[in-house]
């Protein structure tokens, strides 16, 4: 059904000295009719369903009448209007992106005024009279250690090797240039280097205990502090006497036989070879028992 | 006041040890009454189970000392024994030393024993232990660690140091503001 | 002996004190009849004046013969007439004028070359003493004697005085010479004057001015008597036990080694004591196994004492408010070797908070000093009005805690010694009869010791409860140690007092007849309260209150 013609017969001719007219801003773009004259109240207020029916009706009017105006293109389901670009500048949804923080380098040459030369990543090497790369690989950085012939001091030690100082003076430049990156990086997010220390302690701490005994069998590394924060806890005072004393006495004897351990009566004993120590040294230090069970099975080997 | 953790109870075992060796056993499980062991602003005390029960109405910073005081932690954590622990020492002491009359005085000034002062020591004691030291009339007079064994001592000089000097009853009056 | 070489270089100023002794000592070895430590000077001045002391028989015996001669067949009957007419006199024949007459006849014969020189003497004006004080005070020779004339006067007052001239005149120009004789301030001379009779008071003043004798208490914890005198006879110490009262003193006449810096001082075989702390701790006489406190221990010596007579069984609590002092008084409780002391720093006024339940207390409370004046004359001057109010203050608090302090219930105790190094009356019968007021539970018991004059029960019109008779006072000049003073409580149960039942009974009918009133007052909503508030009073004034009334 071709209803232009209807359309056009109030279409833009009626409207066209209406003063109302411009008021009405279209943006076809995003299907969007705006009309900006001001509501009559005494009307609005009579009626409020009404005149609010009769500007919806207008405005789509409207809307629909600027779309017919637009160039077309056929489809199967009918025409389809090409619509423009929107011009209605809708507000951001997000703020503003914050400006990236300088880092130390960049704040010294704005104070200096250095400007930032762009750096060709090819360099013009003499001997091979061609365009070679400034880094990576087979680059002009690694000329030094992968030179044929190297130049060696007249007074260089033994062990001097050319080679391997160019390459730890370049891997120390990488270094250097990585740890300023990451100190850059994390002088943006806002993070102080005491953060970081606290956050090194947590995570040693956490450590400490996630064994399956945790840490109370663990040796504690020389230097070792002891972990802080913690808190002590102690018997009660009034604990059952009994108690306090089978857990002292059970102690003391775990004491004595600590001592007894470490070192044997040897009084009297003024033999010139310490008998102790061959037996370690014989068993390879798994003790007596297992030298004796070793013989043993020697000599049955022998016999057979 | 507190009952001692087991490393302070190790400490303090070790060095009572020392001195009476397994006879340590008899301070911990005495007959007569139990005993047991208290840290009070790091001191350590020995005291009878009832005293200590009325003493927990002491509050912390009122109470002063009760029982016998056997030594003080330092604050590393290294524990050291008091004269005040003599009487329990002596009691059961393992090795002992006897000075002369005129060996008294200067061991009690907080000198070292020296050979012309020896009247009497335990046989076969040997290189630094911990030994009680009595006058002739056996009188517990301090302790301290010999510097040789008994054999050993035959051979010195008079004046060389037989037992170091580790405590004495002069200190009752010499550190009266330290020792408490 | 070796010993004495090594501590040659400080020997002649630590035995100065320990020399003066011997002279005044050698009499008392050979009389031991009576109170052990009384001196020969303590003697004499009991047979000057019998009344004043308690009246033995061998005194009334002594002044009969003097009278009448000896006794015989013949006089008998006279004699008994006599006693006859005496008794029938003796009604209004009082103590005063029986001391008199003792005066008389002791001091005639003495004074009689003297009568010369005090016919010279006559007693200065008002005006003249100004003169005298605004020259900067008379000689010290014309104060002797001026004092010496006082008191013969006021001795006989009637016979002896100037015409015209009245007692406290006497009196006060006796004071005021007296304290600037022996450099006391006026106030505290008039104060320890007034304790005595006016020629007992000289001896008082003139005994502060002598050292007391050195003694030493055994520690029974470590030794026995026998064995410690042996030990400090081999060292060069000459003793001798100290009296029959004690079997653990001694008392030191000299040395040739500082007493306190013996092997066996430091190794705790005795305590320095004076004589007179032994004998609270005696009046105490703690059994094994009790709970005893010791309310102000430092320097320890009672506290050790208690400690060795429980035999280091039960526990004793030794409190001292000095935090500094307490430092002494651990060293000493390890030196002698007391295992069952609990030291603790509390103001003696916590205690009943604290800790309770205690069969007996010890209360040596701080005091002014004035019966240890020859060990420290600075009380001399530095004691005012002022400071015998706020101690005897502190004293009355204290003393209430301590009996507070006692467990009524206890099976073997429930005793209180309350002890002081003071003379004062204000400081000890003042006290004492304070917390008998305040305390009706509490009664005094006999403190056992065996000699001792009896408190005062009356003083300067101050009437005190009877039996404050049963305490007892120790003077530097009658019995050669610091002035002391002990009293004993036994704590009984609180009971109901029927007063306190009755004053009940009248409330509840004034209640019962304003219950019939139209006004908006409700008295039986202000039972519960007035039930409240009299329950709380009873129970701070040491009474039991009645049960609560089941509704």
């Given at each position: 059904m071709d209803v232009s013609s209807i359309l056009g017969s109030f279409g833009p001719t009626q409207d066209d000295n209406d003063p109302e007219e411009s008021n009405y801003i279209l943006d076809a773009g995003y299907l969007t009719v705006t009309n900006t004259t001001p509501i009559d109240a005494d009307l609005y207020n009579e009626n409020i369903e009404q005149s609010i029916e009769q500007n919806a009706r207008e405005s789509s009017q409207k809307l629909l009448g600027a779309l017919f105006h637009l160039p077309s293109t056929a489809s199967a389901d009918g025409r389809l209007a090409l619509l423009p670009p929107p011009t209605f500048a809708l507000p951001r949804e997000k703020p503003l992106p914050k400006a990236k923080e300088m880092t130390k380098w960049e704040r010294f040459a704005a104070a200096k005024g250095i400007q930032k030369k762009k750096r060709e990543k090819k360099i013009w090497d003499e001997e091979k009279q061609e365009w070679v790369d400034r880094w990576g690989w087979k680059g002009k950085n690694k000329e030094g250690e992968t030179q044929w012939l190297h130049e060696v001091p007249s007074n260089a030690d033994v062990d001097h090797d050319p080679r391997k100082i160019a390459r730890d003076e370049r891997k120390a430049r990488t270094a250097k240039n990585e740890k300023q990156k990451l100190q850059n990086l994390s002088h943006s997010t806002g993070q102080s280097s005491n953060d970081r220390k606290q956050e090194i302690e947590r995570t040693l701490?956490?450590?400490?205990v996630s064994t399956a005994s945790i840490g109370k069998f663990d040796r504690q590394l020389e230097g070792e502090k002891k972990p802080r924060g913690i808190k002590r806890k102690f018997e009660p005072t009034e604990v059952s006497a009994e108690q306090e004393k089978k857990n002292a006495l059970a102690l003391f004897s775990s004491i004595n036989s600590d001592s007894r351990k470490k070192r044997p009566e040897t009084s009297g004993d003024n033999s010139v070879i310490n008998v102790r120590k061959a037996i370690r040294t014989a068993s390879k230090g798994q003790g007596g028992v297992a030298l004796a069970r070793k013989l043993d099975s020697g000599k049955r080997k022998s016999k057979r | 006041m507190r009952p001692l953790t087991e490393e302070e109870s190790k400490a303090v075992f070790t060095k009572l040890a020392n001195y009476i060796g397994k006879n340590l056993v008899h301070l911990i499980?005495?007959?007569?009454?139990?005993?047991?062991?208290?840290?009070?602003?790091?001191r350590v005390f020995y005291v009878s189970e009832s005293s200590m029960r009325l003493a927990i109405s002491v509050a912390r910073p009122n109470l002063i000392s009760l029982g016998t005081c056997f030594g003080k932690f330092s604050k590393s954590g290294k524990f050291k024994l008091h004269?005040?622990?003599?009487d329990h020492m002596a009691q059961y002491a393992k090795f002992k030393v006897w000075i002369k009359p005129n060996g008294e005085m200067p061991f009690l000034y907080g000198n070292h024993v020296l050979k012309a002062h020896l009247g009497r020591i335990t046989e076969d004691t040997p290189e630094h232990q911990g030994v009680v030291v009595y006058s002739m009339n056996d009188v517990p007079l301090g302790f301290g660690v010999t510097a040789r064994a008994t054999i050993d001592t035959r051979k010195l000089d008079p004046t060389s140091i037989i037992v170091f000097h580790q405590a004495d009853v002069g200190e009752y009056l010499r550190d009266e503001d330290t020792l408490f | 002996m070796v010993q004495g070489d090594l501590d040659s270089d400080d020997e002649p100023e630590d035995d100065e004190p320990l020399r003066g002794a011997p002279q005044e000592f050698d009499f008392d070895s050979d009389e031991d009849d009576g109170a052990g430590p009384i001196l020969s000077t303590a003697r004499i001045s009991k047979q000057a004046r019998p009344a004043t002391i308690?009246?033995?028989n061998s005194d009334e015996d002594s002044s009969d013969s003097d009278e009448g001669g000896k006794i015989t067949m013949a006089n008998i009957e006279a004699r008994s007439r006599a006693l006859d007419e005496a008794a029938a006199a003796g009604a209004e024949i009082d103590a005063q004028e029986l001391r008199q007459a003792a005066l008389e006849a002791s001091d005639d014969d003495i004074d009689m070359e003297e009568e010369d020189i005090d016919g010279e003497l006559r007693l200065p004006t008002v005006t003249e003493r100004e003169e005298e004080k605004n020259k900067g005070g008379p000689d010290v020779h014309t104060v002797q004697q001026r004092m010496k004339h006082c008191v013969r006067v006021l001795g006989n007052f009637k016979k002896r005085a100037e015409k015209g001239r009245l007692r406290h005149e006497y009196t006060e120009q006796l004071i005021s010479d007296i304290a600037s004789y022996y450099g006391y301030n006026e106030f505290l001379a008039e104060k320890l004057f007034q304790l005595f009779s006016v020629a007992e008071a000289i001896e008082f003043f003139e005994a502060n001015e002598v050292p007391r004798p050195v003694t030493i208490r055994t520690n029974t914890l470590r030794t026995r008597r026998r064995d410690l005198a042996q030990a400090l006879i081999n060292r060069g110490v000459n003793l001798e036990p100290i009296g029959k009262?004690?079997?653990?003193?001694?008392?030191?006449?000299?040395?040739?080694?500082?007493?306190?810096?013996?092997?066996e001082y430091l190794a705790g075989h005795y305590m320095l004591q004076a004589a007179s702390s032994f004998l609270p701790v005696i009046a105490l006489s703690p059994q094994p196994n009790e709970r005893v406190l010791d309310m102000a221990s430092a320097p320890g010596g009672k506290a050790t004492h208690i400690a060795a007579l429980l035999q280091n069984t039960g526990v004793v609590f030794a409190n001292d408010a000095n935090k500094a002092r307490t430092k002494s008084l651990t060293a000493n409780v390890h030196r002698l070797g007391c295992k069952n002391v609990v030291v603790c720093s509390y103001d003696g006024r916590e205690f009943p908070k604290v800790m309770g339940g205690f069969d007996r207390v010890l209360l040596d409370a701080p005091c002014s000093g004035t019966g240890v004046i020859s060990k420290d004359s600075s009380v001399k001057v530095n004691k005012s009005e002022r400071d015998f109010t706020l101690l005897s203050h502190l004293q009355k608090q204290l003393i209430l805690c301590a009996i507070d302090s006692v467990s009524p219930e206890s099976k073997t105790g429930g005793y209180l010694v309350y002890s002081t190094c003071s003379v004062t009356v204000d400081e000890n019968e003042a006290v004492v009869d304070y917390a008998l007021r305040k305390r009706p539970n509490v009664t005094l018991v006999d403190t056992g010791l065996p000699f001792g004059r009896e408190g005062f029960t009356k003083y300067r019109g101050k009437v005190f409860n009877p039996s404050i008779g049963l305490t007892r006072r120790f003077y530097p000049h009658a019995h050669n140690m610091d002035g002391f003073f002990v009293a004993k409580f036994k704590i009984g149960k609180r009971s109901k007092s029927k007063t306190i039942s009755e004053v009940n009974d009248?409330?509840?009918?004034?209640?019962?007849?304003?219950?019939?009133?139209?006004?908006?007052?409700?008295?039986?909503e202000d039972k519960v309260y007035i039930e409240k508030a009299k329950r709380r009073q009873m129970k701070a004034k040491g009474l039991r209150p009645p049960p609560r009334e089941k509704e």
């Amino acid at each position: 059904m071709d209803v232009s013609s209807i359309l056009g017969s109030f279409g833009p001719t009626q409207d066209d000295n209406d003063p109302e007219e411009s008021n009405y801003i279209l943006d076809a773009g995003y299907l969007t009719v705006t009309n900006t004259t001001p509501i009559d109240a005494d009307l609005y207020n009579e009626n409020i369903e009404q005149s609010i029916e009769q500007n919806a009706r207008e405005s789509s009017q409207k809307l629909l009448g600027a779309l017919f105006h637009l160039p077309s293109t056929a489809s199967a389901d009918g025409r389809l209007a090409l619509l423009p670009p929107p011009t209605f500048a809708l507000p951001r949804e997000k703020p503003l992106p914050k400006a990236k923080e300088m880092t130390k380098w960049e704040r010294f040459a704005a104070a200096k005024g250095i400007q930032k030369k762009k750096r060709e990543k090819k360099i013009w090497d003499e001997e091979k009279q061609e365009w070679v790369d400034r880094w990576g690989w087979k680059g002009k950085n690694k000329e030094g250690e992968t030179q044929w012939l190297h130049e060696v001091p007249s007074n260089a030690d033994v062990d001097h090797d050319p080679r391997k100082i160019a390459r730890d003076e370049r891997k120390a430049r990488t270094a250097k240039n990585e740890k300023q990156k990451l100190q850059n990086l994390s002088h943006s997010t806002g993070q102080s280097s005491n953060d970081r220390k606290q956050e090194i302690e947590r995570t040693l701490a956490t450590t400490r205990v996630s064994t399956a005994s945790i840490g109370k069998f663990d040796r504690q590394l020389e230097g070792e502090k002891k972990p802080r924060g913690i808190k002590r806890k102690f018997e009660p005072t009034e604990v059952s006497a009994e108690q306090e004393k089978k857990n002292a006495l059970a102690l003391f004897s775990s004491i004595n036989s600590d001592s007894r351990k470490k070192r044997p009566e040897t009084s009297g004993d003024n033999s010139v070879i310490n008998v102790r120590k061959a037996i370690r040294t014989a068993s390879k230090g798994q003790g007596g028992v297992a030298l004796a069970r070793k013989l043993d099975s020697g000599k049955r080997k022998s016999k057979r | 006041m507190r009952p001692l953790t087991e490393e302070e109870s190790k400490a303090v075992f070790t060095k009572l040890a020392n001195y009476i060796g397994k006879n340590l056993v008899h301070l911990i499980d005495r007959p007569d009454e139990t005993y047991c062991f208290r840290l009070h602003k790091d001191r350590v005390f020995y005291v009878s189970e009832s005293s200590m029960r009325l003493a927990i109405s002491v509050a912390r910073p009122n109470l002063i000392s009760l029982g016998t005081c056997f030594g003080k932690f330092s604050k590393s954590g290294k524990f050291k024994l008091h004269i005040t622990a003599l009487d329990h020492m002596a009691q059961y002491a393992k090795f002992k030393v006897w000075i002369k009359p005129n060996g008294e005085m200067p061991f009690l000034y907080g000198n070292h024993v020296l050979k012309a002062h020896l009247g009497r020591i335990t046989e076969d004691t040997p290189e630094h232990q911990g030994v009680v030291v009595y006058s002739m009339n056996d009188v517990p007079l301090g302790f301290g660690v010999t510097a040789r064994a008994t054999i050993d001592t035959r051979k010195l000089d008079p004046t060389s140091i037989i037992v170091f000097h580790q405590a004495d009853v002069g200190e009752y009056l010499r550190d009266e503001d330290t020792l408490f | 002996m070796v010993q004495g070489d090594l501590d040659s270089d400080d020997e002649p100023e630590d035995d100065e004190p320990l020399r003066g002794a011997p002279q005044e000592f050698d009499f008392d070895s050979d009389e031991d009849d009576g109170a052990g430590p009384i001196l020969s000077t303590a003697r004499i001045s009991k047979q000057a004046r019998p009344a004043t002391i308690v009246p033995s028989n061998s005194d009334e015996d002594s002044s009969d013969s003097d009278e009448g001669g000896k006794i015989t067949m013949a006089n008998i009957e006279a004699r008994s007439r006599a006693l006859d007419e005496a008794a029938a006199a003796g009604a209004e024949i009082d103590a005063q004028e029986l001391r008199q007459a003792a005066l008389e006849a002791s001091d005639d014969d003495i004074d009689m070359e003297e009568e010369d020189i005090d016919g010279e003497l006559r007693l200065p004006t008002v005006t003249e003493r100004e003169e005298e004080k605004n020259k900067g005070g008379p000689d010290v020779h014309t104060v002797q004697q001026r004092m010496k004339h006082c008191v013969r006067v006021l001795g006989n007052f009637k016979k002896r005085a100037e015409k015209g001239r009245l007692r406290h005149e006497y009196t006060e120009q006796l004071i005021s010479d007296i304290a600037s004789y022996y450099g006391y301030n006026e106030f505290l001379a008039e104060k320890l004057f007034q304790l005595f009779s006016v020629a007992e008071a000289i001896e008082f003043f003139e005994a502060n001015e002598v050292p007391r004798p050195v003694t030493i208490r055994t520690n029974t914890l470590r030794t026995r008597r026998r064995d410690l005198a042996q030990a400090l006879i081999n060292r060069g110490v000459n003793l001798e036990p100290i009296g029959k009262w004690t079997n653990v003193g001694l008392q030191i006449f000299e040395s040739s080694v500082p007493v306190g810096a013996t092997p066996e001082y430091l190794a705790g075989h005795y305590m320095l004591q004076a004589a007179s702390s032994f004998l609270p701790v005696i009046a105490l006489s703690p059994q094994p196994n009790e709970r005893v406190l010791d309310m102000a221990s430092a320097p320890g010596g009672k506290a050790t004492h208690i400690a060795a007579l429980l035999q280091n069984t039960g526990v004793v609590f030794a409190n001292d408010a000095n935090k500094a002092r307490t430092k002494s008084l651990t060293a000493n409780v390890h030196r002698l070797g007391c295992k069952n002391v609990v030291v603790c720093s509390y103001d003696g006024r916590e205690f009943p908070k604290v800790m309770g339940g205690f069969d007996r207390v010890l209360l040596d409370a701080p005091c002014s000093g004035t019966g240890v004046i020859s060990k420290d004359s600075s009380v001399k001057v530095n004691k005012s009005e002022r400071d015998f109010t706020l101690l005897s203050h502190l004293q009355k608090q204290l003393i209430l805690c301590a009996i507070d302090s006692v467990s009524p219930e206890s099976k073997t105790g429930g005793y209180l010694v309350y002890s002081t190094c003071s003379v004062t009356v204000d400081e000890n019968e003042a006290v004492v009869d304070y917390a008998l007021r305040k305390r009706p539970n509490v009664t005094l018991v006999d403190t056992g010791l065996p000699f001792g004059r009896e408190g005062f029960t009356k003083y300067r019109g101050k009437v005190f409860n009877p039996s404050i008779g049963l305490t007892r006072r120790f003077y530097p000049h009658a019995h050669n140690m610091d002035g002391f003073f002990v009293a004993k409580f036994k704590i009984g149960k609180r009971s109901k007092s029927k007063t306190i039942s009755e004053v009940n009974d009248v409330q509840m009918t004034v209640a019962s007849a304003e219950s019939g009133d139209e006004i908006g007052f409700d008295p039986n909503e202000d039972k519960v309260y007035i039930e409240k508030a009299k329950r709380r009073q009873m129970k701070a004034k040491g009474l039991r209150p009645p049960p609560r009334e089941k509704e």
